[in-house]
């Protein structure tokens, strides 16, 4: 099982701030990671895949970062509608698995 | 448009079963390998279970391994999971959810396609 450590687990911050989340892996996965975003009562969407791929329709102020064990989710000019929920997640190898989840609140 | 919707949630009873399904429109459904993933109130996200676009591969997570079964019919665009021997910790929002390229055989594959969930309440 590869085992993903998530940091940080709440992050406060206001609009128009740049902001970043980490994810480490338990061994390397190359590029396989993607990036959840997830609001309140709704489905997570995916934002980036291939670690730093942008899904289309997500905004380019969102970017992604890494290869092997770390990986970066960044949000260049935080707006309104991206306080929300994030996971990173591997998808190299079965079990596929999840971190823990970032939530992106107001300060 | 391209769409997932899940169905088959409710409340039930430890030790008993439920089967929930995913009905797909907008895509050709028997071309992608769907998951099943699951979150817990107040919880993360934890995958569940794969199908390959074909049937051909079927893998489950250790915890519920042996008790889930997943499955498909791609003539009626639908995939299911059959839960059985359910226990309180299985209570959890269930969401199927599309991988993004077609005819994809590695399972190397992110989720770009989700349902909006179905939930699934466990207790006596």
């Known amino acids: 099982v590869i085992w993903m450590t998530q940091s940080p687990s709440l992050l406060s911050a206001s609009t128009g701030d740049r902001v970043t989340i980490s994810c480490r892996m338990s061994q390397g996965i190359s590029s396989y990671l993607a990036w959840y975003q997830q609001k309140p009562g709704k489905a997570p969407e995916l934002l980036i895949y291939?670690?730093?791929t942008l899904q289309s329709g997500v905004p380019s102020r969102f970017s992604g970062s890494g290869s092997g064990t770390d990986f970066t989710l960044t949000i260049s000019c935080l707006q309104s509608e991206d306080f929300a929920t994030y996971y990173c997640q591997q998808y190299y190898s079965f079990p596929w698995t999840f971190g823990q989840g970032t939530k992106v609140e107001i300060k | 448009q391209v769409q997932l919707v899940e169905s088959g949630g409710g409340v039930v009873q430890p030790g008993r079963s439920l089967r929930l399904s995913c009905a797909a429109s907008?895509?050709?459904?028997?071309?992608?390998?769907m998951h099943w993933v699951r979150q817990a109130p107040g919880k993360g996200l934890e995958w569940v279970a794969v199908?390959?676009?074909?049937?051909?591969?079927?893998y489950y997570a250790d915890s519920v391994k042996g008790r889930f079964t997943i499955s498909r019919d791609n003539s009626k665009n639908t995939l299911y999971l059959q839960m059985n021997s359910l226990r309180a910790e299985d209570t959890a929002v269930y969401y199927c959810?599309?991988?993004?390229?077609?005819?994809?055989?590695?399972?190397?594959?992110?989720?770009?396609?989700w349902g909006q969930g179905t939930m699934v309440t466990v207790s006596s």
């Open positions: 291939a670690a730093s």
């Open positions: 959810a599309r991988v993004q390229h077609y005819y994809d055989s590695s399972g190397r594959d992110a989720f770009d396609i």
């Open positions: 907008g895509f050709t459904f028997s071309s992608y390998g």
């Open positions: 199908i390959w676009y074909d049937g051909s591969n079927k």
